[in-house]
């Protein structure tokens, strides 16, 4: 309604003397019709985050010796969510009794799934990926998280020329935050380095020739093997800096820990900002303890409580799944907080490097199981797990 000022005040304030008579009168002109039964935002938001998703697996392909890339589609819905390039998502399924889940990077891009296809680059490492990369077959079904993970560009934050460095099966993120560029979802400038003992040990080569044939600038490293049009060594400060300008890129490194410790001490010198080198967190595996010791770990789930045995060297969520109990989680690497709970008793340590707690959560017991391994008998309350 369009308010215009009287000149004497007073008048304006008669005015709301029609104040109730207004809105009886709006609403009995109003439209009988029922109230939506759901809001278009709602259905949007359902779409872009529907939790847990039904999977089928619809290829298998031997990429390189130690790796397998993995197509899905979804069997509950017609597309995939869009998502940012570089996020993962957790597979889970079960191996024998174990209920067993794990966090992969998404190799393809965010316009693939809304075709239904999303690509995994799954290496034969683990309890779990050994698993995938060598049994599973076409028509095999799993449980898939939504899209997550903060591993992506961000206008805001980020250069806009970003220094993509892989190692091994770290290439999965790159391949999305390329395809995502060449599509135009992104509009950085990327340049990728590939680090690997030989050319056979670089996967997906054929796909990332034909993307650097469309504009991504890709350097293959090689350590062990010197080869004509290939840089030789590691991924080193001085290496780098024949390609780019340190100070003026953003880093995102995916790969082992000795690959990000020999990079960020190549980079200690520069002092750059903490923004300007963003890291992939891989999930938390097992501790390597000689003889370590088994303990008792009690789970409460809302009124269920299971005891279960809990190995001194893994953490309390692996104990869990492991005796095929159903536990929250995404990235397994302390982070996203999904497998937040609540401490009851006995003593735990944290793997290092990994406690993504906040303050309050120390201070007033709440631990990710994903991240903590016992060092007594212990209980903890977890919340029940999405099926
Ligand atoms: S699963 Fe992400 S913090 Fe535990």
């Known amino acids: 309604m369009n308010f215009k000022r009287q000149i004497f005040g007073f008048m304006d304030m008669l005015r709301f003397t029609k104040l109730v ?5 709006a609403l009995a002109n109003g439209s009988a019709a029922p109230l939506p039964k759901e809001y278009r935002v709602n259905t ?3 779409v872009l985050h529907p939790g847990e998703m039904a999977v089928e697996v619809t290829g298998v392909r031997r990429v390189t010796e130690g790796m397998t890339e993995l197509t899905f589609r979804r069997t509950d819905a017609g597309a995939f969510p869009f998502f940012r390039a570089g996020q993962y998502v957790s597979l889970r399924g079960e191996v024998g009794k174990s209920l067993v889940s794990r966090p992969y990077s998404i190799a393809s891009s965010p316009r693939e799934a809304l075709q239904n296809k999303l690509v995994l680059g799954v290496e034969d490492a683990g309890f779990f990926s050994r698993h995938l990369g060598r049994e599973v077959k076409v028509g095999d079904r799993f449980v898939m998280t939504e899209p997550s993970g903060e591993f992506h560009y961000e206008t805001l934050r980020d250069k806009k ?33 590939y680090g690997a003992r030989d050319e056979k040990r670089i996967a997906f080569k054929a796909e990332l020739d034909e993307m ?56 200690a010198p520069y002092s750059l900002p903490v923004k300007a080198v963003r890291k992939d967190a891989t999930y938390c595996g097992s501790l390597s303890l000689e003889n370590p010791r088994t303990f008792r770990l009690t789970a409460h789930i809302r009124d269920q409580v299971y005891t279960v045995d809990a ?52 201070k007033f017991g709440w631990i990710h199981p994903c991240v903590t ?6 209980e903890i309350d977890i919340p029940p797990a999405e099926l």
């Open 373 to 378: 391994y016992p060092i007594s008998d212990l």
């Open 21 to 25: 008579p207004n809105r009886r009168e």
């Open 161 to 193: 020329r970003i220094v993509c460095i892989a190692g091994g099966a770290g290439i999965t993120p790159f391949l999305s935050m390329a395809k995502s560029r060449l599509e135009g979802d992104e509009d950085y400038e990327m340049i990728l380095f």
């Open 44 to 46: 949007l938001a359902k």
């Open 311 to 362: 190995r001194e060297d893994e953490t309390l969520l692996t104990a869990l799944e492991r005796a095929g109990i159903p536990a929250p989680n995404k990235c397994r690497a302390g982070g996203c907080g999904y497998c937040h709970s609540k401490w009851i008793s006995g003593e735990f340590r944290i793997a290092e490097g990994r406690d993504g707690r906040r303050e309050a959560d120390r």
């Open 212 to 267: 650097a044939a469309k504009g991504i600038q890709v350097v293959y490293v090689l350590s062990d093997e010197e080869r004509a049009g290939y840089e030789h060594g590691f991924v080193s400060a001085k290496l780098l800096e024949k390609y780019v300008d340190i100070r003026d890129v953003t880093f995102f490194l995916c790969g082992p820990k000795a690959m990000y410790d020999f990079i960020l001490k190549e980079l």
